[in-house]
């Protein structure tokens, strides 16, 4: 059983504050891992995807993977409102993602 | 078009009914993928299509769902005899072998 986890939250933060959030995954032979930002009744929204361990940067946005700890996160800086959202992290199998519960974050104005 | 378009956006039915649920997948894409959210919980696969081909139908909950993209494009996922627990988000999504971009899905309620 391929397993994604992520604690459901709300992580509160205020605005301009570094978000933190984490999701851990069961299959040591992972390759391939995504974040997805979905708002409330929207689709999810591709934010990052990362291959290889280590940092991978893109605007707001830091995606970490240490694939000896079985963990991926998601840093995001000088949060604002419009980030408040439920992201969700995904990890491929084959052909198919699976996807953890989801994180609700709010950024507090 | 530019993304992936899926209709109908809302769809109500009686337990019982059939319905069917299109997914338009952005031109060129080649995978295929549908995958049902429950409310507060992430997706889940359902299947996959690579052209006309369904390689994978092992998230079909059962043998009520049934999907088809004939000419390698346009998707239909049909669900016969709807139950009370079918009543979920329908989201498709589509890839050139890389990451997946999804619809807006469709909001199955049954009644």
């Known amino acids: 059983q391929k397993e994604v986890e992520q604690n459901s939250g709300p992580l509160s933060v205020p605005e301009g504050a570094i978000a933190s959030l984490n999701c851990t995954y069961s299959?040591?032979?992972?390759?391939?891992f995504f974040w997805y930002r979905q708002y409330s009744g929207k689709s999810p929204e591709l934010i990052m995807f990362?291959?290889?361990?280590g940092d991978k940067e893109d605007g707001r946005f830091t995606a970490q993977l240490n694939k000896a700890s079985q963990y991926v996160s998601l840093l995001i800086r000088d949060s604002q409102p419009s980030d408040s959202a439920t992201y969700l992290c995904?990890?491929?199998?084959?052909?198919?993602?699976?996807f953890g519960a989801g994180t609700i974050l709010r950024v507090k104005s | 078009g530019a993304g992936v378009s899926q209709s109908p956006r809302y769809k109500v039915a009686k337990r019982g009914q059939d319905v069917a649920l299109r997914c338009d997948p952005i031109?060129?894409?080649?995978?295929l993928f549908w995958y049902q959210q429950a409310l507060g919980q992430g997706p889940e696969f359902l299947t996959y299509?690579?052209?006309?081909?369904?390689?994978?139908k092992s998230g079909l909950p059962s043998d009520r769902f049934f999907a088809e993209r004939p000419e390698g494009s346009v998707s239909t996922l049909k669900i016969q005899r709807t139950q009370q627990e079918d009543s979920a988000v329908y989201l498709c999504?589509?890839?050139?072998?890389?990451?997946?971009?999804f619809g807006d899905g469709t909001r199955l309620s049954i009644l």
């Open positions: 031109s060129g894409h080649v995978s």
């Open positions: 299959d040591r032979g992972s390759q391939s």
């Open positions: 995904a990890v491929r199998y084959g052909n198919k993602l699976v």
């Open positions: 999504a589509s890839s050139l072998g890389g990451p997946q971009h």
């Open positions: 990362i291959y290889s361990n």
């Open positions: 299509f690579q052209n006309e081909a369904q390689l994978d």
